[in-house]
């Protein structure tokens, strides 16, 4: 029996930040430099602190989770949650800022898996709130949303499984402090002009606003 494909929200995060790393970090996984080691370092320490508030309060915090979706095992941690009267609210914390409006599509696609799983669970609605520094938001989670999510999820399975390599969502800083973009310009070498690569849809929806 064919055993399901795990996919873990932050892999939805990666996916929407740039297909294409999303496949270098599958498939290749170079090590990670001091300075991305340090900034994660740093982002797990306020992530303690605002957790155990978060724990205070009584959330369920960094509690494990998942959801049957088929072909794919949904499978993660939020940061915290709470349901309450069938009502689910999901934070995650960033140590980045936020768009000047709504929530940046990777945050808010890492969200909404955790908040649909939670939905599979039996709650009613969910809504989702990001903490960037300096300001929160907040999205009810929509039907479109979930649509949203399985799309990245069924294109993510393609790169995982199958080796698609996908779309090449180019930005100037990231491109450049990427580590992987020798190989990354190099395979767009041979790519014909005009093809379409699954992940091009990113490019055009970098923010949700809802
Ligand atoms: S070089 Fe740029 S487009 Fe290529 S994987 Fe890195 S961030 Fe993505």
Redesign the pocket.
Known sequence: MKTKTIVRPSELRTYA?????Y??ETHIALKRGFREKLRLALGRVSHIVIEFIARIRGYNVEEPMEADLGKVLLKGRPDYYKVIHGRAIVFEIKTSRGPSKGIWLGDALQAIAYATILLKRGAREAVIALDYRGSRRILRVSGDHVAMLFKTIDEVRLVKEWGVIPF????LY??LR????GI??AIDRDVPEGLEEPGSWVKGSKVITG
């Open positions: 930040y740039c297909p294409r790393l496949f270098f090449p969502d180019r930005g990231k491109c990427c580590r992987y973009a990354c310009y």
